[in-house]
């Protein structure tokens, strides 16, 4: 089992928010660094995305050893999606998941990308979630 995920695991709340904060300042410590269109949307989810959903309890590296179908998070999960008339197999970053139901996408983007004014991404997310058939999907 993963060192880093049984730290965040078992600590009590209050040091969640202080591991949180640590995250934080680091990320406004370095946001210039991370607006580079060199850091890209992998290393996003590496450096915060894995941290993020690991400190809330989901495991998100498979420390449970569960397989593929099983797993709470699976990364660069399958979606089809209608595309020009025809299904489409797409990328979703992350498929969260309780046993075999599907609760949620989540897709990142490196920093350089606005997603407050550019839309492709809130419709790639939407497209996503619709073709899910689920109630919410996550930036």
């Known amino acids: 089992m993963n060192a ?3 730290e965040i695991i078992n600590h009590g709340q209050e040091e969640k928010i202080r591991l949180l904060q640590n995250k934080v300042d680091l ?3 370095n946001l210039e660094q991370y607006k580079q269109k060199s850091y890209n949307e992998t290393q996003v989810r590496v450096d915060f995305v ?3 959903f690991q400190l809330l309890g989901w495991d998100v590296l498979n420390e449970n050893g569960l397989p593929q179908h099983l797993r ?3 990364h660069e999960a399958n979606v089809t999606v209608e595309e020009d008339g025809e299904s489409k197999n797409k990328k979703s970053d992350y498929a969260f998941r309780i046993g075999t139901e ?7 983007k490196k920093s350089a990308v606005d997603i407050t004014s550019d839309i492709l991404p809130a ?3 939407r497209r996503y ?3 899910g058939n689920l109630k919410i999907s996550v930036f």
């Not at 599907?102 to 990142?108: I, S």
Request: glycine share 8%; proline share 0%; no cysteine.
């Open 4 to 6: 880093g995920f049984l």
């Open 27 to 29: 990320y406004s410590a």
């Open 50 to 52: 894995n941290f993020f």
């Open 72 to 74: 709470e998070v699976t």
């Open 102 to 108: 599907l609760l949620f996408y989540l897709e990142t």
């Open 123 to 125: 419709f790639q997310l």
């Open 129 to 131: 979630g619709w073709s």
